[in-house]
């Protein structure tokens, strides 16, 4: 079992940038990848990155590529999202979520079903 609990949401002026914090529970977290998923109002739930349990494979999705970076440290049992440069577009409910693979990630660690997921923290871009 694991339980997960972000933070560090809130309202930022475009091209600002915030870090989001996931901190999980539970003894097997380094066994883990790692993703974070951002719903906006009105749309579909939709993948932004992801990070292998041993940190050394990242996927982002193409919105956010260049922008946003996941970085885990299995020691303190966190994952955190930095998101520079951030755009309205990026307004959304972002939550982090659990998923068992193999070590090294591909386009399937965004459409795989997860096994846990957050509460979800609000990210607020103003223009």
């Known amino acids: 079992q694991v339980q997960l609990v972000e933070s560090g949401g809130g309202l930022v002026q475009a091209g600002g940038s915030l870090r989001l914090s996931c901190a999980a529970s539970?003894?097997?977290?380094?066994?883990?990848?790692m993703g974070w998923f951002r719903q906006a109002p009105g749309k579909e739930r939709e993948f932004v990155a992801a990070?292998?349990?041993?940190?050394?494979?990242?996927y982002y999705a193409d919105s956010v590529k260049g922008r946003f970076t996941i970085s885990r440290d299995n020691a303190k049992n966190t994952v955190w999202l930095q998101m520079n440069s951030l755009k309205p577009e990026d307004t959304a409910v972002y939550s982090c979520?659990?998923?068992?693979?193999?070590?090294?990630?591909?386009?399937?660690?965004?459409?795989?079903?997860?096994?846990?997921w957050g509460q979800g923290t609000q990210v607020t871009v103003s223009s």
């Open positions: 979520a659990a998923v068992q693979t193999g070590p090294k990630l591909a386009s399937w660690v965004a459409t795989i079903p997860y096994d846990y």
């Open positions: 539970g003894r097997t977290f380094s066994s883990y990848a």
């Open positions: 990070i292998s349990w041993s940190a050394s494979n990242t």
